[in-house]
């Protein structure tokens, strides 16, 4: 997408002069091929007039050149925007504020211009900035008028002109590519990615670690993904700091949904890590729980659910005193963002290891893993792997290509868990695709279902919208988890944090409900 800004060279009080000298730099513009032109608000008619803007004489002037712009742009098909409206517009799917209102020059705004931008354009990330300032049809009797021009996204500026005073700016803007992973865009390198997300999280953990005089965790295992990762993380991290790995402490807690298979794997993994390990059975815990507190045998509601997350994190953070140790919460960004965990729970840790990372991310990391222990498994290559190396390696395969759930439920009569996270809320994939474009990219509900439907063609409308709708109830009506809950790290443009995009927790979801009740009207 090409942009240009530009200034005219024009006269002070002569309107019909300066509009030919804006027809000429169409003309050219689109000889040139731009898509998009934009020129300072006082191109035709200069602020510095003051009053005499408003003299019949020059009015009408003014108003036959207006006249003439208008028609000369209503003939061709490039986007030219030359007054003060629209401010903000939508233009080959990208959002555009537009500042190009007349400004005095000072030594100040020079040396602040650019400073200002990147924080303008932080804060509205998803907005193309357009600064178009320009001095050629202004007086410079008292005072001289800004001439600057800048494109800025992002908190980034792509393009300016303070060094040379130019009167024309371009700038050729990529046009993002759409893809179903958002918060990998603009990284070609994942092995690159991820060594730096175990760095960071190394960073922070051992932050954490040497504030609290603490140089030894538990973690609850279940031999689900979440935990396997974590864990990978911080046996890798207490490797690269020299610390000894018998002081991560692995705790798996069988209960009344856990399967023989994550089970199986829970232990190997540990085993295989080298950490240790420790096994309680919860399920005498949790029926004495459920009978004290009048829970109906066989009623599989959510007190039966949440009474097991909650003993499992009450046995770890106990264990955490016992031995003087931080306990390592597993959760991801995607669950946090949906609230899809139990108050109190698994909602609660002393330091939140994966809570920068989207669950699909996730899924991506534990495959790095893999692929350094035993790189065959995704590739025909033969590779000199160590047997060690090459079943553990096995071991995080299994756990992957698992369900995700949370085993909180009885496990059906051929042993598997019927209770799957992603047959309840949909593919995690299309959440995080939701998570990303409400909050870093600031989309109505309307564009979001619009574009997931056009990334996940597999997906049928009426799934994407019902996804969307659980989604949309989960983001507002959870919001109160992510009040309060263990230090963790931002990895990418969206954070769970409160004191990022702070979504309060009596937020009322009206309006983005009402979005999804007409697009189901639209669908019937």
Known sequence: MKIRLVSIEGKIADPLYNEQQMEKE?????????????????????????????????????????????????????????????KVFNFKNYTF????????????????AEKILKRESLLENTFIHLVCFGRGTESTCQKVYSNIKMIAYDGKILASNLDTDANILNLDFPIETKTRYPYLTGIDDLDKMFKNILNLQGVGLYGKMK?????????????????????????????????????????TMPGLGTTERTHKNALALMKGLGITIEEIDLRPLLKTHLENISQPEGKFDVTFEQTQSRERTQVLLDIANRDNAIMIGT?????????????????????????????????????WFINKLDPSIYNEEDHNVSKHDADLAAVIKNILDGPVSPELLP????????EKTESLIGDYAVQDFFIYHMTVSNWSIEKIFNETLEVFPEYTPEQILKWLDIFTLRYFTRAYKKNCYGDGLQLFKYSVSPWYKHVPSDIDNTIWKEEIESLKKEMK
Not at 64 to 72: D, P, V
Request: charged share 20%.
């Open 411 to 418: 496990i059906d009569d051929k042993g598997e868990q019927y």
């Open 26 to 86: 169409i003309t050219k513009a689109l000889g040139e091929g731009i898509d998009l032109l934009v020129f300072p608000s006082n191109s035709i008619r200069p602020v510095s007039l003051d009053d005499m803007r408003y003299n019949e004489t020059y009015w009408n002037n003014y108003e036959i050149a207006l006249s003439r712009l208008k028609q000369a742009i209503s003939f061709i098909g490039m986007n030219v925007v030359f007054d003060d409206e629209p």
């Open 211 to 251: 504030s609290m005089n603490r140089f030894k965790i538990c973690m609850g295992v279940s031999g689900g993904l979440d935990s396997t990762v974590s864990l990978l993380a911080c046996v890798e991290i207490f490797k690269k700091y020299n610390l000894p790995l018998k002081n991560i402490i692995g705790v």
């Open 97 to 112: 504020r537009i500042h190009n209102n007349a400004q005095e020059e000072t030594l100040e705004s020079l040396i602040n």
């Open 331 to 367: 959760g991801c960004m995607s669950e946090f963002a949906l609230g899809w965990m139990t108050y109190g729970g698994d909602h609660l840790c002393m330091y939140a290891i994966n809570i920068g990372l989207p669950k699909t991310v996730v899924k991506m990391y534990a495959k």
